[in-house]
């Protein structure tokens, strides 16, 4: 009998996952084990960019993952695991909250394992509460179980380890899960269900303030420097990929401003790989404070002769920086508000563009999760005309593999009613705004360049 959904996705896996191992070896890179305890490069975006090949064949290999799974689970399953992914969260949690993994990471032969005893013992805990949460970790690939009741970390959960890249993205500031509680509230009852503002959303009714979300955090300094270090992981997964794929030497101004800049840290890598330009990081008042003091650290010689500045500017008001001296980057930042606040951001930089002066907006592309076959990324990734080509076909969305971009839209949905847009919408927003896309450069991360200029052609 012909099971079409299932040898299709089997047959686009096995190709995946040959090209997987292929690109593995040819990038030198070691093979992937979970029982290692030395953390994998390909562990960390933010300072490891794998081969396009690689990291198309890992995106395609999850995707057919999770295809499959969705494929072959039950229903009832499958709703009991989403309901209990919220506990994975909280049993992850605990084990960075109570010291569990920086203690596992220590021990003098991390991949022997440790007795729960000895870890209820050494941070007074009950071992009773401690197991079910160590084997929910388990489950979830974080730690391995080496005898019963005895838990090692796995690879992955290095990144958890204090001071690593997991730890600093870690989300969990108290008032996230109930602000995640009460968005069927929010849209579906709430007096806020058809409004688009920044300032009625699940955010203010989850954490009970009449603020944004950026001016509640600036006014909490115990949620201040770990949002500042999540933003700042965040946005370091597609830095290396910024800078490496977008064709910075056919930029034609001299001076890169980074609005909404944060820690700077995009800019620095930009400038450390094409010294000739000059960079400003903007944001608010209250930021640059932080960023110029890391900045005055790390490259005091840049801010000394001003190559590198650093400025309070608010995105909201016209843009101080005029002419063709200037283009402009917006990570992360258009996809955190409405068309109505987005429009204005990205007007009052199109009214200080020249013509040679370009806008980077580095966001994440939405896929409508409509049933397309592959898209041409997909397609120019199945190479050499291979007999089976027309097997290897997945969604154009990659179906759960864009968990993570669908996931982030609804984030911003409830944060600030800002969302991930399609291409469409993209191309719709900054029309409006007297722009036109030039360019679209896809990156070896969730994220995308959208390069836009002054639409010429708007004014004929
Ligand atoms: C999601 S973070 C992105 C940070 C940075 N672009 C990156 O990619 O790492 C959003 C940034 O926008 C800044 N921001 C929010 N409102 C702003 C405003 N009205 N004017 C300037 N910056 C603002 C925040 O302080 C924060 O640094």
Redesign the pocket.
Known sequence: MAHVELDRLQACLNFALDTLRKELDNSQLPPLSQLSSVEHPLDDPTTYLPSTGLFEARRLSLACLGELKNLIQSPLDKCMDERFTAYGVSCTDTLIKTGIIDYLSDVPNPSQGVPTAELASKFELDSQKLVPILRCCAANGWVRETRDSSFALNRCARTFVEGNAGRRLNLSWPGLMTMIEGIPYWVAESDWKFSHSPEQTAFQIGFKTSLGA?SWI?EHPDVLVPA?DH??V???M?TPSVVADYPWEQLETPVIV??????G??VTAILDAHPSFRAIV???EN?VALTSSIMEERRPRDIENGVLKVEA?????PQPRIGNEYSF?????I??WPDKEAAT?LGHIARALGPKSKILI?DMVAVPNIDATATTSVESFLTDGDAKRRDNSISSHFGSASKYVNGCSVHMLATLNGCERSLREWEILVRGCGLRITNVYPLRAHASIIECALDTRASL
């Open positions: 950026f600036l500042a933003l700042q965040f946005g370091d597609s980074d609005c909404g800049g944060g820690m840290g995009l903007q944001d608010m930021v500017h608010d995105f909201f008001q980057i917006l990570r992360h930042i996809h955190d951001i580095v």
